[in-house]
T-cell receptor
Framework: SQTIHQWPATLVQPVGSPLSLECTVE??????LYWYRQAAGRGLQLLFY??????ISSEVPQNLSASRPQDRQFILSSKKLLLSDSGFYLC????????????FGEGSRLTVL | GENVEQHPSTLSVQEGDSAVIKCTYS??????FPWYKQELGKGPQLIID?????GEKKDQRIAVTLNKTAKHFSLHITETQPEDSAVYFC????????FGKGTRLHILP
């Protein structure tokens, strides 16, 4: 069966510090991978998606970047965090089609102080 | 691009009664409409979905209806139970999945 792991679960970081959130998917190959951010009252905002190794599409201009160094690994990064980067970050994957079921990880709660 | 509006933002329902959450979408090309349930501290999980060639779909106590002409779709939960308390998200997709802002459902004892 397929599983998705996301870590760390909770992170408190000072403004200006770097960020790295990691997500891995097991039990499938060549998944489409996604990073969403969930802020209070704003639903689920798509940040990045990837259809293959090294292929990253950005949905919104921001202080964050994403990388996919391996088929089932997706990393969300920042060189210098802003207060506005605080939120609940969710990694997700789908099978080949873009409009299939999204399988979400458990999320990473980031607080920037 | 697609825009999804979801109402209400908060809903309180007596246990055993029905709950209805409504969404509208803007892109007439959208053809896939999933609903996700998110429990506290967890990632959302798909509970039901409908494609544009179908007007209604039911799975036990959960049903979804789709009106393509009006570009709106709804989630219906009957005989609500305490474990139905959660945040529910609708979404619409043609290429990318765009979510509504969510509805926090409280089931009152």
């Amino acid at each position: 069966s397929q599983t998705i792991h996301q870590w760390p679960a909770t992170l408190v970081q000072p403004v200006g510090s770097p960020l790295s959130l990691e997500c891995t998917v097991e039990g499938t190959s060549n998944p489409n991978l996604y990073w969403y951010r969930q802020a209070a009252g704003r639903g689920l905002q798509l940040l990045f998606y990837s259809v293959g190794i090294g292929q990253i599409s950005s949905e919104v201009p921001q202080n964050l970047s994403a990388s996919r160094p391996q088929d089932r690994q997706f990393i969300l990064s920042s060189k210098k965090l802003l207060l506005s980067d605080s939120g609940f970050y969710l990694c997700a994957w789908t099978r080949g089609e873009r409009t299939g079921e999204l399988f979400f990880g458990e999320g990473s709660r980031l607080t920037v102080l | 691009g697609e825009n999804v509006e979801q109402h209400p933002s908060t809903l309180s329902v007596q246990e055993g009664d029905s709950a209805v959450i409504k969404c509208t979408y803007s892109d007439s090309a959208s053809n896939y409409f999933p609903w996700y349930k998110q429990e506290l501290g967890k990632g959302p999980q798909l509970i039901i979905d409908i494609r544009s060639n179908v007007g209604e779909k039911k799975d036990q106590r959960i049903a979804v209806t789709l009106n393509k002409t009006a570009k709106h779709f709804s989630l219906h939960i009957t005989e609500t139970q305490p474990e139905d308390s959660a945040v529910y998200f609708c979404a619409a997709s043609n290429d990318k999945i765009i979510f509504g802002k969510g509805t926090r459902l409280h089931i009152l004892p």
